[in-house]
């Protein structure tokens, strides 16, 4: 069949119903990633127009496919040591003196596939040593965190990750697995992954030496930035750190953290 066009009115009503289910502005520009990414669900159902794939998600027949749409609409790029400022400052910094900390705690709250987390999960097993810690990944989208859980990637995506923590941490496949590189278990097993929509009441998941926001903010508007980062202040242990992106800031958003350095921030 033909297939239809997203017209302004139908891009129109997408672009409100994500900013209702996950707080994403999308602008003009996303228009063709919105009509890519929702084809194949026009196809899936045999529809004739975007329009009517707006009303069945509104009708709520398919109560599964709101979580389609978010999970088509959210999921974005990311490998492993991404903006390695921050990886740097977690291991040269924050983890200087491993033997003062008690139960280490990151959250990567903005996980996608569990790259980030995992990349902070190979930096606190070389410094830690014996003192506990664990990771919690969270992401809107719960097909991308299935992916996270199995600890899986392509071997081509493995170039950020350094040799010795490559060679230690990650598995190389054979066979059916050829090409690909999984996750150990003695590193995976202290990563938990968990949906959480960063714009709603979060979860009881406790509090958190750092945070990771990273290349997440710049999918919201203003408004919905200071509601962020006022749910996720109360986690963050007192003089704990947040990290966001390298185009991101926090100017106007909160007077609750002190700017260390560039996209790195302290609980005053």
């Not at 710049?218 to 242990?237: A, G, H, S, V, W």
Request: glycine share 4%.
């Amino acid at each position: 069949m033909e297939f239809p066009e997203l017209t302004d009115r139908e891009f129109k009503l997408f672009q409100k119903l994500i900013y209702e289910k996950a707080g994403i502005s999308m602008s003009e520009a996303k228009k063709a990633l919105i009509s890519n990414r929702l084809a194949k669900r026009i196809r899936h159902f045999d529809l004739n127009t975007y329009l009517e794939y707006y009303k069945l998600i509104e009708s709520n027949s398919y109560p599964e496919e709101s979580q389609i749409l978010v999970d088509l609409l959210t999921t974005n790029e990311t490998y492993f040591f991404r903006e390695q400022i921050h990886f740097d400052f977690l291991k040269n910094e924050i983890l200087q003196n491993p033997y003062s900390l008690k139960n280490f705690r990151v959250w990567s709250a903005a996980s996608s596939s569990g790259e980030e987390a995992y990349s902070i999960a190979m930096i606190l097993s070389e410094k830690l040593g014996h003192t506990p810690w664990e990771i919690i990944g969270s992401d809107i989208s719960i097909r991308i965190l299935e992916k996270a859980k199995k600890g899986i990637y392509l071997l081509s995506k493995s170039t950020g990750i350094p040799k010795n923590y490559l060679k230690k941490y990650c598995l190389r496949g054979v066979n059916a697995q050829e090409g690909h590189l999984k996750i150990i278990n003695e590193i995976k097993s202290k990563v938990h992954f968990y949906q959480i929509n960063l714009n709603e009441p979060l979860p009881d998941i406790g509090k958190f030496n750092v945070v990771f926001l990273r290349n997440v903010m710049i999918y919201f508007d203003n408004d919905t930035r200071k509601k962020i980062i006022e749910n996720i202040l109360p986690t963050i242990e007192d003089k704990g750190y947040l990290f966001i992106g390298h185009s991101e800031t926090l100017f106007g958003i909160t007077d609750s953290l002190k700017n260390i350095k560039p996209t790195i921030y302290q609980k005053k």
